[in-house]
């Protein structure tokens, strides 16, 4: 039994763990402190885990590179992002399919890796996701990809993105746009749709009764952990202070300054 902020609850056995990355494990570039430790104890541990992001520039060696690079060790297939989930989906409904993409790397390269052809002559879907170079040409073309009836579908719904300058507008920013143009609004993939979690738990065959989510935002990480069925852990070293909490109409199972404190419970 644990006390926090006044209330007491009773915690889960946990056999899976799956973890936001920005604002848990790194922060603008760097480890959090406690971050190295905890994914160290998780790997030994043998318990199955998965890093998830919104995030579907990089691939999950891309990305595995770049946390290597702020001194996490995370194998590239403990990552688990947006473009992984929406190629899933994309596969669950419509196998062999073709689709119309603005985005990079990281979700080209998992529609490929599911049979997906890439094409914009008459494509089953549109699907939207991040980029750090959208064009005028690309949208108007996906617009009129969906007046002429192409299903629009997105990888998350992050209205902006950082950048060392400031914000960018992020694939949220860009669906919303697309849908002002056509009156369509697609189908998001990504977080805070409680999909993203489930996906990740089918890819280690983990069961939602015994798997607790990490994040530090209550409006996707939380929320989303939480309608699929998982043991909600908040931590304080991202976007969310504690005061913020209590605005929202549902909590976090557990509430903790950072993963630090959770390296005991693995």
Known sequence: MRRYDGRVTQRKRIDSWLSDMDGVLVHEGRPVPGAAEFIKRLSESGKKFRVLTNNSIYTQ???????????????????????????????????????????????????????????????????LGETRTYSFTQITRAIRLVENGAR????????????????????????????????????????????????????????????AMIGDRMDTDIVSGMEAGLYTILVLTGVMQRDQIDRYPYRPSLIVDSVADLIDLI
Not at 65 to 83: D, K, M, N
Not at 84 to 112: C, K, M, N, W
């Open 61 to 127: 060696r891309d990305l595995s590179v770049r946390l290597a690079g702020a001194g996490l060790t995370v194998p590239a297939e403990s990552i688990w992002t947006s473009a992984l989930a929406t190629a899933q989906f994309l596969d669950d409904q419509r196998p062999g399919g073709s689709a119309y993409v603005i985005g990079e790397a990281g979700l080209t390269t998992a529609l490929h890796e599911v049979g997906y052809v890439l094409t914009d002559l008459d494509p089953d879907y549109v699907v």
């Open 152 to 211: 629009f579908i997105a990888t998350n719904p992050d209205p902006v993105g950082p950048s060392t300058e400031g914000s960018l507008p992020a694939c949220g920013a860009v669906a919303a746009l697309i849908t002002k143009a056509t009156g369509v609004a697609p189908y998001f993939v990504g977080k805070p749709n409680p999909r993203m979690m489930r996906s990740a738990l089918n890819d280690i065959e983990a069961h939602s009764e015994t798997t």
